[in-house]
Structures are given as C-alpha cells and as structure tokens.
T-cell receptor, first 115, second 114 residues
C-alpha cells in the first residue's frame, strides 16, 4: 500500500493558462475525492467518483473545472483559463466504500499558484 | 446544510501541557460521522479518529482523547502532555452517513514550544 499520490506537487502558471493535476488513489479504493484548500481554511469538497462515475460536483466547481476518472483508477482535475482565485492546494483522497472503515486517505496535494 | 465550527484559530502551549481543541457542528441528519484530521507542516492530512452519531462513548488513544456530546453538538479533542511533534493544524470534519464527502472546520493551529 503506497498511499495516495499526486502530481505535480507544485505548479506555477500564468493567468489564462490551462493546468491538469493527477491523483493516483490507493489501489483497491473505489471512491476518489477532490478537495480544494485555501490558506487558513479547511479543505472544501469539489467532487467525487465511485469507480469511473462522477457522482457529485460542488457548486465551487465552475465550468472551467473538469474531473475525470476514465478507468476507475487514477483521476485528473483540469482547470481551464486559470484565474488568480484558483490559487490553492488541491487535495485528492480515496476510500473503500463498504470497507471496514470509511476513512478518506489524503494525498500530499498539488499547490497551484496562478500569477 | 452541514457546518463545522472550530472557534479557536491558534493555540500555543509549552511542552507537557494539555491542550483541548473545540469542535461544534450543525447537521439535520439523524445519523452522521465526525472526524479529526491532523495536518503537519508537511501538508498531508492524517486521519486521527472517526466517530458515528450513535456512539457517544469517549475514546482514548495514547495521549489523545475525544469527548463527543450529542446534546451540545460538540466533538472536542484533547492532547495530554503535549509534545513538539504535536505542532500542526487540526481539523474537525463531518459527513452524512450515506454520503461520504467531508465538511471541514477552518482548523486550529497548535504550536507546542519546547
């Protein structure tokens, strides 16, 4: 069990550019979550998948954001036409639905800075 | 709607002191789960405990203990005999039983000085 991994760890981009982040969950976990954390705040839910199905999206997820989990394994989060307000830590978590515990295991996050 | 309030923004203690972190929640669900996570300076959220709304027993794990009081909608966390390694941001979180997205509080930054 190698834990949840996220790449890249840091991303600096100019306003208006597109960025894509990747999350690799714990291998047997069928649920995958994306959260966003801004400085001094707790993480805020963005969206989650059960296998390859995207089950819920937060209103925080504007139409510039899109997430996929094509084969029910890794997931990508893309932000188009980035804005300075998108600067945040993007966290991925995974869990095993129906497992002994419902804990979400978090990755180290991708810190996005939009200049 | 669900809401988690951590009124304490920062707490600073000297090593070996006890520290209690407050968490108050709001939910309309009759069943729900409460969590505490630790976020050390490295940034990765670390799961500490999960408690379901039917289980009001207090729990102790080493130097950590949790006090769940449904009557006051509180789920407080105490670190006994704090150590420098306990310095981190601690988050309380809430999740409905049938939907596992977490609603986090704003966090409490704990600084333990040697």
């Amino acid at each position: 069990d190698t834990g949840v991994s996220q790449n890249p760890r840091h991303k600096i981009t100019k306003r208006g550019q597109n960025v894509t982040f990747r999350c690799d969950p714990i291998s047997e976990h069928n649920r995958l979550y994306w959260y966003r954390q801004t400085l001094g705040q707790g993480p805020e839910f963005l969206t989650y998948f059960q296998n390859e199905a995207q089950l819920e999206k937060s209103r925080l997820l504007s139409d510039r954001f899109s997430a996929e989990r094509p084969k029910g394994s890794f997931s990508t989060l893309e932000i188009q036409r980035t804005e300075q307000g998108d600067s945040a830590m993007y966290l991925c978590a995974s869990s095993l639905e129906g497992g002994h515990s419902y804990e979400q295991y978090f990755g180290p996050g991708t810190r996005l800075t939009v200049t | 709607a669900q809401k988690v309030t951590q009124a304490q923004t920062e707490i600073s203690v000297v090593e070996k002191e006890d520290v209690t972190l407050d968490c108050v929640y709001e939910t309309r669900d009759t069943t729900y789960y409460l969590f505490w996570y630790k976020q050390p300076p490295s940034g990765e959220l670390v799961f500490l405990i999960r408690r379901n709304s039917f289980d009001e027993q207090n729990e102790i794990s080493g130097r950590y203990s949790w006090n769940f009081q449904k009557s006051t909608s509180s789920f407080n966390f105490t670190i006994t005999a704090s150590q420098v390694v306990d310095s981190a941001v601690y988050f309380c979180a809430l999740s409905p039983s049938n939907d596992y997205k977490l609603s986090f509080g704003a966090g409490t930054t704990v600084t333990v000085r040697a």
